[in-house]
């Protein structure tokens, strides 16, 4: 192996080295999250409408409805149903697999 071959790959080995360490980081960073953030202040029409009518009862929903929704989302948090063994799909009397009769 030459000294000029030699050189030529200890040179690309310490660049390689040097972009290894390269500071990409930041440049990736400073934007994340920005398009969420102006998502959702597109889909915000009053930012203070809350505040603004704070003192005024909500209209559209009876609270006999209202609870019983309110109910029943909150009872979609307890326990899952129970799936099915996998091992029993597709097993049962009454199915046959004969030809024509």
């Known amino acids: 192996m030459s000294m000029r ?5 200890a040179g ?3 660049l ?3 972009a290894g360490c390269a500071p990409t980081t930041p440049v990736f ?7 969420a953030r102006i998502l959702h202040a597109q889909q915000v029409r009053d ?3 809350a505040e603004a009518n704070r003192d005024r009862p909500v209209d559209g929903l009876d609270g006999r409805a ?4 309110l109910d029943r989302y909150q009872k979609s948090f307890g326990d899952p149903p129970k799936a099915a ?4 799909i597709g097993v049962g ?3 046959e697999s004969g030809g024509d009769r």
Request: aromatic content about 6%; proline content about 6%.
């Open 16 to 18: 390689m080295a040097l």
């Open 47 to 49: 930012p203070a409408a």
């Open 5 to 9: 071959t030699t050189l030529i790959g």
């Open 12 to 14: 690309a080995v310490g």
């Open 66 to 69: 209202a609870k019983q929704a």
């Open 85 to 88: 063994s996998p091992f029993l």
């Open 93 to 95: 009397a009454g199915t």
């Open 29 to 35: 960073d400073r934007g994340f999250g920005e398009s």
